[in-house]
């Protein structure tokens, strides 16, 4: 079972392999651009990941039609939206918490790197009712 130290060790490393994309490749590029080079540097660092997963939206047990897209599910955990935008709306965080619910994941990362620096103004972490039900194991 996952504890709430796990996954916040997980999203440590995100962040970090995010900070070191955004210290490379600079700003102003398209999400794309980002995106590509995320999942590189996600593989550097043995850090599973599925991109662009589809995800379901279940009723009554019978899967809808949807076409929700989340970037990122890392380690089958922590939901990671991608973004290279001059502000956030609210619209993009429901979003996260939207996908997050869907899939049962415990935590998210929107990450912006149309920012100066992405540990301090560049992401957002979000957590739901799956990571509060976790052991916290500290």
Do not use: W
């Amino acid at each position: 079972m996952n504890t709430q130290k796990q996954i916040d060790d997980l999203t440590y490393k995100i962040i970090g392999a995010a900070i070191e994309v955004h210290k490379i490749m600079g700003r102003g590029l398209l999400e794309s651009v980002y995106h590509q080079c995320l999942k590189e540097e996600l593989n550097i660092r043995g850090i599973n990941y599925v991109s662009e997963m589809k995800i379901p939206l279940i009723y009554k047990e019978k899967e809808l039609i949807s076409d929700f897209r989340c970037d990122l599910l890392v380690e089958n955990l922590i939901i990671v939206e991608l973004k290279a935008i001059t502000e956030i709306h609210p619209i993009v965080e429901a979003q996260i918490l939207n996908y997050m619910k869907l899939t049962k994941s415990p935590k998210g990362i929107l990450i912006n790197f149309n920012c100066s620096n992405i540990f301090k103004d560049g992401q957002k972490t979000f957590v739901n009712e799956y990571y509060k039900n976790l052991p916290n194991n500290t």
